[in-house]
């Protein structure tokens, strides 16, 4: 089983920049979708961006489009989410969770919760003002 590894979250200000990575252990890596969720308190766990098995199809909820950009490293195993110009609604525990598949969208919606096989255990990302 795939585990995943946060890493790169922080305090960073309104405005600012920050990215997180995730490190995959498993070489089938390469054969499955990957993706970047959050949890701020007393919410639930949110899809923020998601990346296709080859990195050429790329999906980002609508509050953060033109802000993050979710890449992959199939040669090391990782999954990136470069945040900028971050806001103080984006303060929460960014998870990443891979899904048994190549493809980001399933029956023609995005990524959910209940899609992803395997999760990190997150990082948490706080902007302060």
């Known amino acids: 089983q795939v585990q995943l590894v946060e890493s790169g979250g922080g305090l960073v200000q309104t405005g600012g920049s920050l990215r997180v990575s995730c490190a995959a252990s498993?070489?089938?890596?390469?054969?499955?979708?990957m993706a970047w969720f959050r949890q701020a308190p007393g919410e639930e766990r949110e899809l923020v961006a998601a990346i296709n098995w080859n990195g050429d199809n790329t999906y980002y909820t609508d509050s953060v489009k033109g802000r993050f950009t979710i890449s992959r490293d199939n040669a090391n195993f990782t999954v990136y989410l470069q945040m900028n110009s971050l806001k103080l609604e984006d303060m929460a525990v960014y998870y990443c969770a891979d899904r048994n598949g190549p493809s980001i969208i399933i029956r023609g919606r995005p990524l959910v919760k209940s899609d992803m096989d395997c999760w990190g255990k997150g990082t948490l990302v706080a902007v302060s003002s």
């Open positions: 498993e070489r089938t890596f390469i054969h499955i979708a």
